[in-house]
């Protein structure tokens, strides 16, 4: 049984900082295709990074200059590094993996990011 779980949210004044974690188990970490979501109170779930088996990453617009995510194959994680951190960066934060060599998509519960003063 595949599991995602997703750890590090919190809340953080603007400006700050924050690390979220997402360790996969139960299936082979390296051949997944990982990536970080959100979801706004009232919104759409969004599409915020992703990174590929080989290491190759991509991001929304809006996180772009401010977001790393990497992935540590032997600890079976992913994470997203965020900066500068704005107000409107607040939402629920979910991991996505999706086996590469099945197509099958699994997400974990979400870690709440909060941005406020």
């Known amino acids: 049984q595949v599991q995602l779980v997703e750890s590090g949210g919190g809340l953080v004044q603007p400006g700050g900082s924050l690390r979220l974690s997402c360790v996969v188990s139960?299936?082979?970490?390296?051949?997944?295709?990982m990536g970080w979501y959100r979801q706004a109170p009232g919104k759409e779930r969004e599409w915020v990074a992703a990174?590929?088996?080989?290491?190759?990453?991509t991001y929304v617009d809006s996180v772009k200059a401010r977001s790393t995510i990497s992935r540590d194959n032997a600890k079976n994680t992913v994470y997203l590094q965020m900066n500068s951190l704005k107000p409107e960066d607040t939402a629920l934060y979910y991991c996505?993996?999706?086996?590469?060599?099945?197509?099958?998509?699994?997400w974990g519960q979400g870690t709440q990011v909060t941005i406020s003063s």
């Open positions: 996505n993996g999706r086996d590469t060599i099945w197509s099958r998509t699994y």
């Open positions: 139960g299936s082979i970490f390296s051949r997944y295709a």
């Open positions: 990174i590929t088996t080989g290491g190759s990453t």
